[in-house]
């Protein structure tokens, strides 16, 4: 396994071991209810989070990206791309007309690329998931959402965020795909100055990538923060922090980084498949190459 992709897989693992150890709990508290370091009640709301073989739950959260990858991304990808391209030329038009061009993008990636990758869409996904949670309950409909009715509310939040982050990590992955498809085409907008004597006019140079990426991950940072200070303030006045069900307090903090490891596979295929998505998307465009400027060897 080339090294980059090291990080990814140790969010997987990190991500699968959580899982089997609570599977290990339940199957546990199965055959000696009552015999457990976890209260009765955090057993009973937690182990069950998804309703039906918790085995084929999970083949089914770790398939889906897969197909989903191959039949809604990797076949329409350039569509996709372009559908941002359209987007962006709208947005542009509200200032200055840009231009655009393509910068050729080296082939290598760090490990610290693909987990950073990794951790945005995880924090996107997780913030949307407490947004979603908070939604059903203000509607009065959680309890249909999560199967459940009864046990501390600061357990069975934790519970409905942790299915939401499942589920809806199939969806989000397919928003963040195509931005950073564009991001290492390398397809680039640039507005330059109309030389018009006395006109103050914008001189901007960004990917067609950046003003999306930047929303995205602008809200999935201070979203992700914001949910833990209310969850936190919720959370000491309900769960002691000598008792060790605050575990599953820390749990909802450290869920970020534990769903992201669902991330690794769709991460590690677009990788693989990216010089192939390249090589399509220029086909599917005629912008000139062009070289940006290098700042540092301008003199004064």
Known sequence: MEKKYVPLLITLIITLSII???????????????????????VLIFIPFIPGPIITDLLIILVAPI????????????????????????????????KYGVIRMGRKVTGRMLFFRAMVVS?????????L????????????????SSGPETFI???????????????????????????????????VSTKKEDERSPIDIQGVHAPLAGVLTGYAGLA????????????????PVTD???????????????????????????????PSLVSRLESHWNYDHIKPPEFEKIED
């Open 20 to 42: 089997i150890f609570f599977m290990i709990i339940g199957i546990s508290y199965y055959f000696n209810p009552g015999d457990s370091v976890f209260s009765d009640e955090t």
């Open 67 to 98: 197909l989903l990858f191959f039949v809604i991304f990797y076949s329409l990808a350039p569509y996709w791309a372009k559908l941002l391209i359209k987007i962006h030329k709208i947005l542009s038009r509200v200032g200055t007309d840009a």
């Open 123 to 131: 924090f996107f996904t997780f913030s949307i998931a407490v947004f």
């Open 133 to 148: 949670v908070e939604l059903l309950v203000g509607l009065g409909i959680s309890d249909a959402f999560l199967y459940y």
């Open 157 to 191: 939040t934790i519970v409905q965020v942790f299915v939401a982050c499942l589920f809806l990590g199939i969806i989000t992955i397919l928003i963040f795909l195509p931005v950073w498809y564009l991001e290492d085409s390398g397809l680039t907008s640039f507005q």
């Open 224 to 239: 992700t923060i914001l949910a833990w200070i209310i969850f936190i303030i919720k959370a000491f006045f309900v769960v």
């Open 244 to 274: 060790i069900s605050f575990l599953v307090v820390i749990f909802f903090m450290l869920l970020p980084l534990i769903v992201a490891g669902f991330f690794s596979i769709p991460i590690y295929l677009y990788e693989k498949k990216l």
